[in-house]
């Protein structure tokens, strides 16, 4: 599928604020500049730095200020910064939410209190004022059809979940589950968290090729992480050859490793796209400018070593 990714011309200044910073700066034509508070899952994750460096980019050009907090995987963490955020009087919220119920009351706190929020790349069961990522059981579908092809439609398979209860991890284990409804000579040996971490993934990955050695065919993770963890650890035990690999997000070396052969494949999720519309949602919702679609879906693509060279460059 060709698609070129929505880019959105809204650009942010990024600072950690003093308290009187955080009541926001001047525009030079004297008209207040707008203060958004962004809560990110983890920027331990290169993806969520990468949506992360896409929302600073994004508003450098309309002056507005940009606090980002970092909840390390933790949404009791998420719900308290999203208190502060309504306790500064920020004029918009973008939460790129931890778990799909556990990060629901940021949600509901910052509508509460009549501040827009807007979820970036994942969501919550509260309904946020606006959404901008991609549909993640697509991901899993798009993933999960390139190793059923790879297999010829026979195999054995072991899945990587996300963290669980997050929104990426419960879809794309939909979307796969759905893909592999149709294949029956598909069987998945295991399937277990590594919390979209890649050491964790490299000792999930050791574990199981202790368990199932070369009865395994293939690997499907949720994210590139996990999928470069599990491929350090099948090349350590000269495996890889054997084994096929698939990931999701198409992050820096993954894209370097299906190019360079050790990576079956990836799937291209546009970071840029999504950082730069939750931004631009945010500044319109909190103008109270009229925004025909609260809700932007940016479609995945398949990374292939016959198409990685025009990935690497976006």
């Known amino acids: 599928m060709k698609f070129s990714p929505v880019l959105f011309t809204a650009i942010l200044t990024v600072s950690i604020f003093s308290a009187c910073n955080q009541q926001g700066s001047k525009q030079n034509n004297g008209e207040k500049s707008l203060t958004i508070g962004a809560s990110m899952l983890s920027l331990q994750s290169e993806f969520v730095v990468n949506v992360k460096d896409a929302m600073d980019d994004a508003a450098k050009e309309k002056n507005v200020n940009l606090i980002v907090n970092d909840a390390q995987r933790t949404a009791e963490k998420q719900v308290q910064q999203i208190e502060t955020f309504i306790a500064q009087k920020v004029d918009a919220i973008i939460l790129n939410p931890c778990e799909v119920e556990a990060s629901s009351p940021a949600v509901e706190k910052a509508k509460a209190a009549g501040i827009p929020i807007i979820n970036v790349n994942s969501e919550t069961t509260a309904k946020p004022d606006g959404f901008a990522g991609s549909r993640d059981e697509e991901s899993g579908e798009i993933a999960m059809e390139q190793i059923?092809?790879?297999?010829?439609?026979?195999?054995?398979?072991?899945?990587?979940?996300?963290?669980?209860?997050?929104?990426?991890?419960?879809?794309?284990?939909?979307?796969?589950?759905?893909?592999?409804?149709?294949?029956?000579?598909?069987?998945?040996?295991?399937?277990?968290?590594?919390?979209?971490?890649?050491?964790?993934?490299?000792?999930?990955?050791?574990?199981?090729?202790?368990?199932?050695?070369?009865?395994?065919?293939?690997?499907?993770?949720?994210?590139?992480?996990?999928?470069?963890?599990?491929?350090?650890?099948?090349?350590?035990?000269?495996?890889?050859?054997?084994?096929?690999?698939?990931?999701?997000?198409?992050?820096?070396?993954?894209?370097?490793?299906?190019?360079?052969?050790?990576?079956d494949a990836t799937v291209f999720q546009d970071a840029k796209g999504q950082g730069a519309g939750a931004v631009e949602l945010a500044i319109r919702l909190a103008k109270k400018e009229p925004v025909e679609q609260k809700e932007i879906f940016i479609p995945f693509q398949l990374v292939t070593k016959e198409n990685v060279d025009g990935f690497m460059m976006k």
């Open 148 to 263: 059923a092809k790879l297999l010829g439609g026979k195999g054995n398979i072991v899945i990587m979940d996300g963290y669980m209860g997050q929104a990426a991890q419960i879809k794309r284990a939909i979307g796969a589950k759905n893909v592999l409804s149709k294949y029956p000579g598909i069987k998945v040996l295991a399937e277990q968290t590594a919390e979209w971490d890649r050491a964790k993934g490299m000792n999930l990955m050791e574990n199981w090729i202790q368990s199932y050695g070369d009865k395994i065919n293939a690997v499907f993770a949720h994210n590139d992480e996990m999928g470069m963890g599990a491929l350090q650890a099948l090349e350590q035990a000269k495996l890889k050859d054997k084994i096929i690999v698939v990931s999701i997000d198409a992050i820096a070396d993954a894209l370097q490793a299906v190019k360079d052969g050790r990576l």
